[in-house]
């Protein structure tokens, strides 16, 4: 059978170096950590290391085997409340065994609670709301995290690109402004598991975040995943173009990835990406922060994202507050370009997001401006065949 076997784990500051094999390979996972951090990393067990590694052995085969110790709680809950229920939902998935001795939970000797920080709606809606003081102060952010870890994959070498680099400057303004402690952590894991079977951070990314949390484990005593998916929408994945799409079960990873007294939450399943956007619009950092660009260190108003986004906003009334992340005249003078993709994509592209805010409009959709998003759609068509 195919193995995974972690040979060692050790410090190196700022660095902490895992050396495995794979199929007999050996791979250096290398990962730093901010150097006000690195001192409390975790290197006498393996637990963020099967996390890392953990989808990418249900996909493609592998079994887990090390002669360093995994704690006995990430074990049971690993392999009796996720391995089992998602390869029972999933028969192409395989049921990955895990060899190695096990250890008590580590000792906590942190305070920090923490979140992952990219200014986006679901990061900016979760520090919005644990930083209330409604919130119990052992729950209350004082750390902002920065994961460097696959989401802006370029090639199979380049580890930081400049997306990458501005929106580390960006979170690291963020948590300076507003009092929080700031963390960094780079790894070049979803480097190894490109070697092997292509890397989708769409796959990978809430264990990408559990490994770098679990690194930490002894120091961070909470930490809140944002979620991108409401509780309604929880289920064990769904494959679409043989992607597993695991952030659809965030709870239950989060509930198995809680040992000792370090604790995980699925954070913002509570409300839509619509009604986590109408929290925002009166709060401040949002205003100065939000950042949801795919392309461009800046929003450049054109990417997906920031089209959806800057329509949520206009629905609910709050275009002109954004004006210092957004180009918002130039929002104005092209809205009916923003209408046209709304409409047209929610109608015949069946688009949950742009359905939901839909309604919204619908006093301005009159059927002479449908009218007009059909023939510009046919237009555009129409020109694009007799150019080729």
């Known amino acids: 059978m195919k193995k995974i076997h972690i040979k060692s784990i050790k410090k190196e500051s700022p660095f902490i170096i895992g050396e495995l094999t794979i199929d007999g390979n050996i791979e ?59 390869c029972n939902v999933h028969k192409t998935l395989y049921r990955t065994q895990i060899d190695a001795p096990i250890i008590s939970p580590t000792k906590q000797i942190g305070e920090i609670v923490a979140t992952g920080i990219s200014c986006g709606i679901d990061s900016l809606y979760t ?16 750390c902002l995290v920065f994961f460097n870890i696959g989401s802006s994959m370029q090639g199979k070498d380049n580890l930081r690109t ?19 402690r700031f963390l960094f952590i780079e790894s070049n894991l979803h480097l ?18 559990l490994f770098c949390v679990h690194l930490l484990q002894s120091y ?9 998916y409401t509780y309604n929408q929880f289920c064990l994945g769904k494959f679409h173009k043989n992607i597993f799409e695991t952030a659809q079960f965030d709870l239950l990873s989060m509930f198995c990835a809680s040992i000792g007294n370090m604790k995980f939450y699925s954070s913002g ?27 461009e260190v800046e929003n450049d108003g054109i ?24 180009d918002v005249d130039a929002y104005k003078r092209n809205r009916f370009f923003y209408l046209k ?26 059927f002479f401006l449908k009218l007009r998003f059909f023939s510009s759609a046919i237009f555009n068509h129409l020109r694009a065949i007799f150019k080729k």
């Open 28 to 86: 250096i996972v290398k990962t730093e950590i901010s150097k006000d951090f690195i001192q409390y990393a975790v290197t006498d067990r393996i637990d963020a290391f099967v996390l890392g590694l953990l989808i990418f052995a249900l996909k493609n085969g592998y079994d887990f085997a090390s002669d360093l110790p995994i704690t006995d709680e990430l074990k049971y809950n690993l392999e009796n409340h996720l391995i089992d229920p998602l």
């Open 127 to 142: 520090i919005q709301q644990h930083t209330q003081e409604t919130i119990p102060s052992n729950r209350r952010i004082n």
């Open 162 to 180: 400049p997306l990458v680099e501005g929106r580390l400057n960006l979170a690291r303004n963020f948590a300076k402004d507003y009092g929080f």
């Open 192 to 209: 190894v598991i490109n070697k092997y079977v292509a890397y989708s951070h769409l796959e990978h990314h809430t264990f990408m975040g």
């Open 220 to 228: 961070i005593k909470c930490y809140y995943y944002s979620s991108g």
């Open 269 to 295: 399943g509570d409300k839509s990406r619509l009604e986590k956007t109408r929290v925002l619009l009166d709060y401040e950092p949002a205003q100065k922060y939000l950042n949801v660009c795919v392309n």
């Open 303 to 326: 990417c997906f994202k920031c089209i959806r986004t800057l329509l949520t906003i206009d629905a609910l009334g709050g275009i002109d507050k954004f004006y210092k992340v957004f």
């Open 341 to 366: 993709r709304m409409y047209l994509d929610a109608k015949f592209k069946n688009d949950e997001f742009y359905k939901e805010i839909l309604p919204y409009f619908q006093q301005e959709l009159t």
